[in-house]
């Protein structure tokens, strides 16, 4: 057997046991996820951090999980975590229109508080 | 279809189907903006006045300092302190006077913002805000300058007009011209001072414009509320504690 096809068959290999990790990784941050709207509808937001940290933590490349946080964020006033947050969700999903609304309504509120002062 | 299509097919498919899973949720949130300036060491707000100028229709430093005292009463914990305005302008100039040992000079038109550079001299005064200070038990002092001055801009509009071809067919086509529209602007600073020191704590510059279609006829006292009302929050968020409600989508 050549190089040529012994390098392809690896590739796939790879991919088909790396697949199921990340798609476990993906469900458990989901159910992670699910789980802290249900409480941030409670207006539980300290847990619903909480769940959702764990939920980027698990699985760092869903970016519902980091818009969630960063909206969280935004509810607690830390607004420096509520940005990074956001930028973080879009860095991984640029087109989506949700996140994108939900990260310009937060520079309105942003920039009103960091208007230009002097002294 | 080839292997290639189907390959495509599938991938459409599974987009759509992600996309199709994907769930929102839409939330009210409050988000607390802490005060810009902290007020602990006060008990008591003096808002003494301002260096205004601008349209005459308006008195922009007596309206600011009502205005500014109101919002103040009710969404702010330090007492108010109810005094008469200060007429800022006149101790600009006699200090200036009393500094040269001339006579005050008799009071030009204030019309644009560079008119009031002559008399911010008053906000560097230490003393004379001091002095004031000790007058009523050491507050916090708010002043600064309000400059109201009449606004006019052309703007492209997008009308529709109706026309009429050879054969006398109406038809009705977009037609872009530039209008003039009139307005007002609010520009200038409020300025927080120590009253235990004179010493300036913090300034806040603001700029705000409205503008009017030709057939809208608006007093200037009403585009002055109008204009402030933009300005308020962030006055207010300068010395108490916020919470702004707004609503946002959690993604599954």
Not at chain 1, 49 to 57: N, P, S
Not at chain 1, 69 to 93: F, N, S, T, V
Request: with cysteine; charged share 25%; glycine share 6%.
């Amino acid at each position: 057997m050549s190089m040529r096809t012994v390098v392809p068959i690896i590739t796939l290999l790879v991919g088909l046991a790396v697949a199921p990790l990340a798609a476990d990784a993906r469900d458990d941050a989901k159910k992670q996820v699910q789980f802290g709207i249900s409480v941030a509808q409670k207006s539980l937001w300290r847990e619903a951090i909480f769940w959702w940290e764990r939920a980027t933590k698990v699985d760092p490349t869903y970016a519902a999980a980091h818009n969630n946080l960063a909206i969280a964020y935004e509810h607690e006033g830390d607004l420096a975590k509520a940005r990074a947050a956001y930028e973080k969700a879009l860095e991984l999903e640029p087109n989506n229109a949700m996140i994108k609304q939900n990260y310009e309504l937060f520079k309105e509120i942003n920039d009103r508080t960091t208007r230009k002062t002097g002294q | 279809m080839t292997a290639r299509h189907a390959r495509l097919a599938s991938s459409l498919g599974a987009l759509l189907l992600a996309a199709a899973c994907t769930s929102s949720y839409e939330i009210q949130i409050e988000t607390p903006i802490r005060p810009k300036l902290d007020v602990g060491a006060f008990q008591r707000v003096l808002v003494a006045g301002f260096l205004a100028g601008g349209t005459e229709d308006v008195d922009g430093n007596l309206e600011t300092t009502r205005l500014l005292r109101s919002q103040l009463r009710t969404k702010s914990e330090l007492r108010v302190i109810d005094s008469d305005v200060l007429p800022l302008m006149d101790v600009a100039s006699e200090a200036k006077a009393t500094d040269s040992g001339q006579q005050p000079p008799a009071a030009a038109p204030i019309k644009e913002q560079k008119d009031l550079e002559p008399y911010e001299h008053v906000f560097a005064n230490a003393e004379y805000w001091k002095k004031i200070g000790e007058e009523y038990q050491q507050p916090l002092i708010v002043t600064g300058t309000v400059m109201f001055t009449p606004l006019s801009k052309n703007q492209l509009v997008q009308r529709e007009q109706e026309v009429y071809d050879s054969f006398g067919r109406r038809r009705v086509i977009p037609v872009r011209s530039y209008q003039e529209r009139k307005g007002f602007s609010l520009d200038g600073r409020f300025i927080f001072i120590d009253g235990r020191s004179g010493a300036t704590l913090h300034t806040e510059m603001f700029g705000e414009q409205v503008l009017y279609s030709p057939t809208q006829s608006t007093p200037a006292l009403s585009s002055y509320f109008e204009l402030m009302d933009r300005l308020i929050p962030s006055f207010l968020s300068t010395l108490s504690s916020q919470k702004i409600k707004g609503t946002r989508i959690l993604l599954q």
